[in-house]
């Protein structure tokens, strides 16, 4: 029963696991916590933390269950965190848990308060162990169709590979579902030549981390699964020395050796196109 008291839920991202990669603010969400609820995988990473604390388990598709038994927890005036790997608003806990609120007619200023704490994503964090492949626009798409009809998920990378984003993939791959990347490989190499750069990192800042850059070509002939992102680089990215790179476009504008800005361009001014693509001549 309620005492009166009012309950804090946390919605915890504490990133892809590494201490160091979690931030102050969910560290100490989850130092404050009188429970602490998530994935059990994900309780194992920060077991360490967890020390005098009640903690619940729950399965890999219990996501509702781990929503609505936090809030409720909450409800009744303790704190809890909720915590997820990542970043709990990016394919994590935030959205369910939302909705279990709104079914319940709760509204914010209603007992518990409710905070979100962003931690890095994986998407963000495998970016970082190949190069800067994220530094132009990109699209993020899970291929799991356990929540979300293939058609959908098919027309969304269809969508994005025309549009020339640079792609990265959650949820690749599993034992049961291993049909749907040597999709998506189909459909992007009708946009992109074979020899764009990809980057696969399974299990980013944890234990068994393995970082490999390939090419789109060969993607299917490397070992990829549901702890795997994929980052599909786009017609500009570039990899050397082992990593990739995709330009952010400064030498559409300024030479890339002297730092000069090119003849017609002007710096803080938007990119005016080259004479050859506004149907000039160079002679």
């Known amino acids: 029963m309620n005492n009166g008291a009012r309950g804090r839920l946390l919605l915890v991202g504490f990133g892809p696991g590494d201490h160091d990669q979690i931030t102050p603010r969910a560290l100490a969400a989850i130092r404050q916590s009188d429970v602490v609820i998530g994935y059990s995988t994900y309780i194992k990473l920060i077991a360490d933390l967890l020390e005098g604390k009640q903690v619940i388990r729950k399965g890999m598709t219990e996501e509702l269950d781990r929503a609505s038994e936090a809030v409720e927890i909450a409800r009744e005036g303790k704190t809890v965190a909720l915590v ?53 626009d990109f699209a993020a798409i899970s291929l799991s169709d356990l929540l979300t009809p293939w058609d959908i998920i098919e027309r969304r990378v269809e969508a994005a590979a025309a549009a020339d984003f640079v792609i990265a993939l959650y949820n690749p791959q599993s034992k049961r579902r291993n049909w749907q990347l040597k999709r998506t490989q189909e459909i992007v190499l009708k946009y992109r030549p074979a020899t764009t750069p990809v980057g696969i990192v399974k299990s980013a800042y944890r234990k068994l981390q393995n970082v490999v850059v390939s090419d789109l070509a060969r993607l299917h002939e490397h070992e990829i699964g549901m702890l795997t992102t994929v980052i599909i680089g786009n017609t500009s990215t570039q990899s050397f020395e082992g990593l990739v790179v995709t330009p952010r476009g400064y030498a559409n504008k300024y030479d890339l050796e002297t730092h000069e800005t090119l003849e017609g361009q002007t710096p803080g001014l938007s990119l005016r196109p080259s004479p050859a693509a506004d149907g000039g001549s160079d002679e």
């Open 84 to 136: 997820s790997s990542g970043d709990i608003g990016i394919y994590g806990m935030a959205g369910p848990t939302f909705e279990c609120l709104r079914e319940m007619g709760w509204k914010p200023g209603d007992n518990p308060d409710v905070e979100v704490i962003p931690g890095i994503t994986a998407l963000s964090a495998c970016a970082s162990l190949i190069g800067a492949p994220l530094t132009h």
